[in-house]
């Protein structure tokens, strides 16, 4: 259920936006200082841009430090700034040295507009920067020769190459050390801080929505024998059993997490209470009937599981644990292997306690 792009955008926002403050100061200030230059050189056209670009740097930064949609703004800077240069490219008394700042649009728009938009971006300014070179200097024969114009080519593509290459590791290495931080190592599943997130995103989403949300929390009954007549490893691999028992069952949508221990969480949008209890029937039965094989010995597991649902036992994810947890503990002291929601109270059943040697 984890939206991939929008998970990069967030995590690439606070670069951005860092990026975008400190060009916004230089382009203020180094619009300013061209300015009065291009006006002693008498290039008003050249002077003027400058300046209403520092200007427009100065609006932006009051605008960009508290806003919420920080892309737009970026659009709002990067393409008047890389058009100024183009123009700026264009004008008769412009030298050569001014062609040297178009090095910096790759960069640029590589830490302001990611990987794929900032590539475009850089193909395509860069590309009308060649056309204005070409164009401007086609006859000038010490520029024409092979040797300055591979020297261009190839510092530009260097940096296009790098660029690119740096904003693809980076936007990798954040999304795995995301998935690390929100992942438990030993089962592989989601941990309690991704079941925070995820549930504030689907509260408002039932809210909106007007939709039920369950939660539910389970728990391996006598777990600890386990521990001890199978040893640490074993308890281990019961755990990883259970937790792959847990993703088979769940739906896209769902959102499966161990909570530590051998208590495991799972979030249900779109579920009211007893399609929960559906749900949780269900894995309970799988694990019931589905003994952990370990070699030649078969181990039988059992679980508990209390559930909770959104309004009626609160709305906020720690009420809502809180519900299920009291539940699960209802479901234990009726004997184990059993699912106690708001709709199913904690009643003793005729079914069979859990294994005896779990119960020793
Ligand atoms: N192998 C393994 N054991 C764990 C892990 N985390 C917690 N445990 C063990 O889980 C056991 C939990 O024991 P208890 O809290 O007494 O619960 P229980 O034995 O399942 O009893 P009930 O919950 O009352 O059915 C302890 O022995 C912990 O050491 C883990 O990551 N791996």
Redesign the pocket.
Known sequence: MHNTRETRRKLAQPHRKAVLVALLCITAISGILFGIVNLQRANMPLALAELAMSAYSLFLLARVRRTAVLQRWIYAYSIPFFTTMMFALTTERATITVFGWVLLIPLLSHLLHGRRMGLAISVFYVGVAATIFLVKYHDAPALMQPAPILNMVILTLCLVTFSHVYEVSRERSELKLLHMANTDV?TGLNNRAMLQDVFEREEARARREATPLAVVVL???????V?DQHG?DV??Q??IFVAELIRKRLRKTDLGCRL???EFGILLPSTDSRQAYSLCEDLRAALEGHPLRVGSIEIPLTM?LGIAELGADGRTLRALLASADHRLYEA?AMG?NRVVGPEQPAVADERPAPPAMLDT
Request: hydrophobic share 25%; proline share 0%; no cysteine.
């Open positions: 030993l728990d391996l009954d006598h777990f600890k024998d521990n640490h308890g281990d019961a755990l530590g221990g051998e508990s234990k184990r």
